[in-house]
């Protein structure tokens, strides 16, 4: 059976909690699976390609950044 999709939230530093806090509560209560990671497009762009490049084989359906 194929894995169930996820949503990928990914933050440009730890500051940004607040703003997607709301987020993380919502997709859980309707029971979304998702991950969320601190990646810079501006500090670590190759951390950034990175994960948009795995995402798919992460099993990632969507991109909140």
């Known amino acids: 059976m194929k894995e169930s999709l996820k949503v ?3 933050m440009g530093s730890d500051s ?3 703003l997607i ?3 993380c509560q919502t997709l859980a209560r309707f029971g ?3 991950e ?3 990646i810079s497009a501006h500090r670590t762009p190759e951390a ?3 994960y948009s490049k795995s995402a798919e ?3 990632i359906g969507a991109i909140i950044a």
Request: glycine share 4%; hydrophobic share 40%; charged share 35%.
């Open 48 to 50: 950034a390609l990175d």
């Open 32 to 34: 979304v699976a998702y």
């Open 57 to 59: 084989s992460r099993s």
């Open 8 to 10: 990928g939230i990914v």
């Open 36 to 38: 969320k990671r601190v």
């Open 21 to 23: 806090e709301k987020t």
């Open 16 to 18: 940004d909690w607040p």
